[in-house]
T-cell receptor, first 114, second 114 residues
């Protein structure tokens, strides 16, 4: 079974700083997708970034980038120039290619302080 | 940008009552999902639905749960006899024809069972 672990329950940084959220996963599959979702206080789930496991290049979306280490089964999210609106719960998620379900980690609560 | 719509945003019910949670997926999407999040816990997969039938379901999705696409636009989750432990945020999601495409989540329905 696939599992996703986020070892940082909470993090807090100052506005404009860079912050990295950690995620590790366990799977025997070789083809899969990894995701970071943001859940602000409104509790809506918003996709931040997606990475295909077969791609060596790390995905980037504006201020958000990932460090994907397939051999280590690690998938961290870096937020550059953090903004107050980045305050949210962040979930790492895994989906095996051909499956129809996301497996989520426990989440990291990120607070950006002014 | 198109979005997934869920109603109601909050529902309160008595234990043992039936509830129906409603979702309107994005119009050109063909895969539909329900996830739930008990307060303070990770988001969990319940069920996926494609071509008018369940394509995958989790252990949580027992006989008390059912899904339906009654009219080609709505996608519903029914809980036949609610229990206290069914209290959670329920998220509907949809994706386009291609599997592993980006999942678009609705804003959720907070179900409170008293």
């Amino acid at each position: 079974a696939q599992t996703v672990t986020q070892s940082q329950p909470e993090m807090s940084v100052q506005e404009a700083e860079t912050v990295t959220l950690s995620c590790t996963y366990d799977t025997s599959e070789s083809n899969y997708y990894l995701f970071w979702y943001k859940q602000p206080p409104s509790r809506q789930m918003i996709l931040v970034i997606r990475q295909e496991a077969y791609k060596q290049q790390n995905a980037t979306e504006n201020r958000f980038s990932v460090n994907f280490q397939k051999a280590a089964k690690s998938f961290s999210l870096k937020i550059s120039d953090s903004q107050l609106g980045d305050t949210a719960m962040y979930f790492c998620a895994f989906m095996w290619l051909g499956a129809q379900k996301l497996v989520f980690g426990q989440g990291t609560r990120l607070t950006i302080n002014p | 940008e198109p979005e997934v719509t869920q109603t109601p945003s909050h529902q309160v019910t008595q234990m043992g009552q039936e509830v129906i949670l409603r979702c309107v997926p994005i119009s050109n999407h063909l895969y539909f999902y329900w996830y739930r999040q008990i307060l303070g816990q990770k988001v969990e997969f319940l069920v996926s639905f494609y071509n008018n039938e369940i394509s995958e379901k989790s252990e949580i999705f027992d006989d008390q749960f059912s899904v339906e696409r009654p009219d080609g636009s709505n996608f519903t989750l029914k809980i036949r006899s609610t229990k206290l432990e069914d209290s959670a945020m329920y998220f509907c999601a949809s994706s386009r024809q291609i599997r592993n495409e980006k999942l678009f989540f609705g804003s959720g329905t907070q179900l409170s069972v008293l």
